[in-house]
């Protein structure tokens, strides 16, 4: 799914060499936490906080970020302390979605490569048995806007804009893409989205069924870290069952897009916008 790619204002922020980069460890207020080159995880009493990328470049993600994600919610969901987790970007955005620069000049072959690490990223976050909570300053677009849907729920501020912009750049869409955001807004939403490759600010989202709750943009934080306290505070295997009980619910259409039976992109048209992207 794509780039760091603004449809709304029709620009594109070109990630460079150095999206997705970092170093050091990470500690959080009680000195435990765990770092990637791509993704921070920290803790704060029985909530985790997955940080997405480093604040520069809109927090874009290359292969290895995605995998990183995936590697971060396998663990967490081994922890049995964890009763929440938070998903948010570093910095003011959440993830624009993939780095296109990392798509210049390759193979068809490393390209589905990169999108079944991204599915696989989102698969983890989906399975993973505590509530996990979107937490979207920014942008949330493409690959970006499909983390969010991942997650259980998702608080917007008002001038955040979500969407999928990735039709023009020649990406197919997915019956995994696709579900995830027509399960939460409908089939006609899901159609003007997709064909059009519009992005919803805040308030348009949460009216739309691809957000739960639209706030200032200095509320953010503090909402979403309340409805992570007042998850916390409830028996933690009622709300593990809570929530495997809604993935059963939606297991059919998870289990009828397992696989996508078509390539991830029209190759063709797709190395022809990356390399008008990066050029």
């Not at 292969?63 to 049995?80: C, E, H, K, N, Y």
């Not at 983890?124 to 942008?139: D, F, K, M």
């Not at 804009?161 to 939460?184: D, E, K, Y």
């Amino acid at each position: 799914m794509t780039a760091e790619l603004d449809h709304g204002a029709d620009t594109a922020v070109n990630p460079g060499s150095d999206a997705g980069t970092g170093t050091g460890g990470a500690t959080d207020g009680t000195g435990s936490g765990a770092r990637s080159a791509h993704v921070e995880v920290l803790r704060d009493g029985g909530t985790a906080h997955v940080v997405i990328g480093d604040g520069r470049r809109r927090n874009a993600l290359t292969s290895q970020g995605w995998t990183a994600i995936r590697d971060a919610f396998v663990g967490l969901a081994q922890d049995p302390d964890v009763r929440a987790v938070v998903v948010r970007g570093a910095g003011d955005t959440f993830c624009a979605g993939s780095d296109l620069t990392e798509w210049a000049g390759v193979d068809e072959a490393h390209v589905e490569d990169s999108f079944a690490r991204m599915e696989s990223a989102f698969r983890a976050v989906e399975a993973c048995p505590v509530p996990v909570i979107a937490q979207v300053s920014g942008v949330a677009a493409g690959a970006g806007c499909q983390l969010a849907l991942a997650c259980d729920l998702r608080v917007v501020t008002g001038s955040a804009r979500v969407g999928m912009p990735i039709a023009r750049l020649g990406i197919r869409t997915s019956p995994s893409f696709a579900a995830r955001m027509s399960t939460l807004a409908g089939p006609s939403v899901t159609r003007d989205l997709l064909y059009t490759g519009r992005l919803l600010h805040g308030a348009d989202a949460v009216s739309a069924g691809l957000a739960d709750r639209c706030v200032a943009e200095d509320e953010l934080s503090a909402t979403v870290g309340d409805m992570a306290a007042s998850i916390a505070r409830q028996p933690a295997e009622a709300v593990r069952a809570a929530k495997s009980a809604v993935e059963t619910a939606l297991a059919p259409v998870r289990t009828a897009t397992l696989h996508n039976t078509g390539p991830a992109v029209a190759f063709d048209r797709f190395s022809g916008a990356v390399a008008d992207f990066v050029r």
